[in-house]
């Protein structure tokens, strides 16, 4: 295929406890963009969405991703980008993941598919280091390329597993319109955690696998619970508490950050809920204006749109 048109859902990295290392894949919203490979060497890459990209391709993460491929590839091609439809950078929902997702996964399609989906993680990861301030990290990327949810046991190297996810796992998820940057969000986290602090959060990510392996949406939502990031980080999103206590009063399992933030998300155990806590969170930001997504996990990830 000549020009491969592809489309890379967002993500809700972190999962409250998993800082780093858990990721789930939304319904419905995420980035389109095409791959075209001629006879050549380079990457142009044309912004065609309504969102503002930066015009100096060294700061577009779909550079770092397509170049990580490219080299891996060993043969010179001129790759050309051009991006569709984009999610606001700085979002919360995995914004830049969902790029530099799209960007790899069509590129590899267009050379005949020599790599494996796992192995389009590895290259899109490039993409996160550049915002991120340095730290590859596949949380968010590792949903957008395949699908459900997605942990990452380990980085060196990557291993990658991809767990169950229960019927009744709903989701609501609000991106008010303000920006927090990764780079920031990551700036004000602390460098050592305590011991007992430590507990906490493992005691949390091991119920959050465990509720997702036996498919128990309320152990999952007893288990969403982020002592380590949202301290630092709520600061950032206007309200946060009080709208915890609303979604939580409405029938929400569990309340969280979604990624570094802006964007917020709800656990639910059925859609009634998830819908009426998605109007709690646009009431919650109505002075700056939000998008509400009410969905269910997709165990989708990137797909390409036009075979
Ligand atoms: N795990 C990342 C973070 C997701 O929370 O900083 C955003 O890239």
Redesign the pocket.
Known sequence: MNKVRVFAPATV??MGCG??IMGMTLDGVGDVLSVEVVEGDGLEIDNRSEVELPDDIEKNVITPAVRALMEAYGEKRLVKVVVEKKISPGSGIGSS?ASSAAAVYALNVALGRPFSDERLVEFAMEG?KLI?GGTP?A??VGPSLLGGVVLLRGYDPLDIVRLPVPDNFCCSVAHPAIMVS?RM??EVLPKDIPLRTAVKQWGNVAGLVAGLALKDVYLVGRAMQDVV?EPYRKQFIPGFDALREKVMAAGALAFNIS??GPSVFALSADMDVAARVGEIMREHFAEVGSDVYVCKVSNKGARVLNE
């Open positions: 990295a972190n800082f780093d993941a996160e991120s990290h949380d968010n990764t969000a990551r990031v990624g570094a």
